[in-house]
């Protein structure tokens, strides 16, 4: 009797090892998948934010660059109506203008004496003195646009303006037509003020008239 009592024990004891020692691989293993699942979440996370850190700016830029060919286009229109009704004439100062239409779409500060476009930059607008080119309208000076904005602005807009320059390089004038070419250059290099070869900039100041 106690021989088969030791074997049966034994027995018992063996089928409760089993199972315990099954119950603890298979814990390992749903560690080790829970690990692996994790670390790739982790990866894919870090793309996804990498990705948002370029994509965001690129995004953010597009909308603001498309409010602000709205804002020029409203501006086009509120020049020419100005100058039909005699509201806008060459002695009209850059107080009178920060009062008209001309001057609505944008932002302000300073009290409302400095005039900025969608990407932070400051705009300086008078009307022109009838001496030259155009005759009637306004020059404006807008400075500070996003390189690749830019070249877009200017290609989509430029048959708006009677003139159009931009990091001193004249694109368009009354002897010279647009020429779209010229553009992507202009808009990502500037030329020394003291002469030599242009360099490379992330931003260009756009100057160009409106005419009435």
Known sequence: MNVHAAVSENAKSGTTLTPRLMQRLRRRRQRGVTLVELS???????????GAMVGVPRLMNGVKL????????MVVLAVQNAVASGTLTSSTSTGDLLKMAVTEPFNRTDNGSKL????????????????TY???????????????????????MGNLFATLSINGTELKSNTRALDMTQITDACSK?????????TDVPQADLEFTIAG
Not at 40 to 50: D, E, R
Not at 66 to 73: G, I, L, R, Y
Not at 136 to 156: D, I, M, R, T
Not at 190 to 198: E, T
């Open 134 to 156: 155009p005759a009637s309208g306004v020059e404006v000076k807008s400075v500070s646009y996003p390189s690749a904005q830019c070249v877009e602005f200017a290609g989509k």
């Open 116 to 131: 900025l476009n969608r990407f932070g930059g400051e705009i300086v607008m008078k009307a022109v003195d009838g001496t």
């Open 190 to 198: 500037r030329a020394p003020q003291g002469g030599g070869a242009p």
């Open 40 to 50: 790739v979440a982790v990866a894919v996370m870090g793309l996804i934010m990498a």
């Open 66 to 73: 498309s409010q602000e060919m709205k804002d020029w286009q």
